[in-house]
C-alpha cells in the first residue's frame, strides 16, 4: 500500500508571496492533519480534516488554511509569507480521527 | 493549555544498552500516546503506541510504559543498535481529538557501535 504522498518536496518563496501544500493520504484513509515543523517550536499541529470538514484547528494565524477533497486528498494554503512561515510541513493521514497517524514526507518550504 | 515534556533533549548509549525516554503531559483527557522515529530527510514514523486503559505494551525491544495517576508515559529501547540512532518524539492526544497530536520536543538518540 503507497504511504502518504506530498507535493512538491521543496519549495523556495519570496516574503508576501502564497504558496499552495498538497497531501494525498494513505488509500482508504479519510483524515488528514498538517503539522508544522521547525528547530525552535518543535512539531507543531495546523487543522485537521475529516470527510471534507475541518475537525480541529491549532494556533496559528488565519493566513494558514487547508481543504479536503472528496478523494481525501488535502492541501494547505498559506498567504502572505513571512520569514518564520520557514518549516517543513508535514501530513498525516488516519483512517479517522481516533487512530494512528502516518506521515509523509513533508514539505521543506523556504521563504526569502 | 496542553502540553507534552518530554526528557532528555539528547541521550547516547554504546551499542547494546538499553535507552529510556521520558514524557509528561499536562491534559488530564489525554487517552493516546503514541511515539513517533524520525530520520533525517524523513517525516516521522509511528514506532508503537499506548491508549489510557493500557499500562504497557511491547514490541520485540521496544516497549511503552504509561502511568495515568503520574500523566508521564516512557519509551524503552533494550538492546540498542546503531540503526535506532535519530530523532524520537513522543505525543498525546484527547478523547474525540485524535486527530491533532501535541508533541514533546523530541529527543536525540545516538547510538555509539
Known amino acids: 500500500k503507497a504511504g502518504v504522498t506530498q507535493t512538491p518536496r521543496y519549495l523556495i518563496k519570496t516574503r508576501g508571496q502564497q504558496v499552495t501544500l498538497s497531501c494525498s493520504p494513505i488509500s482508504g484513509h479519510r483524515s488528514v492533519s498538517w503539522y508544522q515543523q521547525t528547530p525552535g517550536q518543535g512539531l507543531q499541529f495546523l487543522f485537521e480534516?475529516?470527510?471534507?470538514?475541518?475537525?480541529n484547528k491549532g494556533n496559528f494565524p488565519g493566513r494558514f488554511s487547508g481543504r479536503q477533497f472528496s478523494n481525501s486528498r488535502s492541501e494547505m494554503n498559506v498567504s502572505t509569507l513571512e520569514l518564520g512561515d520557514s518549516a517543513l510541513y508535514l501530513c498525516?493521514?488516519?483512517?479517522?480521527?481516533?487512530?494512528?497517524?502516518?506521515f509523509g514526507p513533508g514539505t521543506r518550504l523556504t521563504v526569502l | 493549555g496542553e502540553n507534552v515534556e518530554q526528557h532528555p533533549s539528547t541521550l547516547s548509549v554504546q551499542e547494546g544498552d538499553s535507552a529510556v525516554i521520558k514524557c509528561t503531559y499536562s491534559d488530564s483527557a489525554s487517552n493516546y500516546f503514541p511515539w513517533y522515529k524520525q530520520e533525517l530527510g524523513k517525516g516521522p514514523q509511528l514506532i508503537i503506541d499506548i491508549r489510557s486503559n493500557v499500562g504497557e505494551k511491547k514490541d520485540q525491544r521496544i516497549a511503552v510504559t504509561l502511568n495515568k495517576t503520574a500523566k508521564h508515559f516512557s519509551l524503552h529501547i533494550t538492546e540498542t543498535q546503531p540503526e535506532d540512532s535519530a530523532v524520537y518524539f513522543c505525543?498525546?492526544?484527547?478523547?474525540?481529538?485524535?486527530?491533532?497530536?501535541?508533541f514533546g520536543q523530541g529527543t536525540e538518540l545516538s547510538v555509539k557501535p
Open positions: 498525516a493521514s488516519s483512517l479517522a480521527s481516533t487512530n494512528e497517524q502516518f
Open positions: 480534516y475529516f470527510s471534507e470538514t475541518q475537525r
Open positions: 505525543a498525546a492526544s484527547r478523547e474525540g481529538q485524535g486527530g491533532k497530536l501535541i
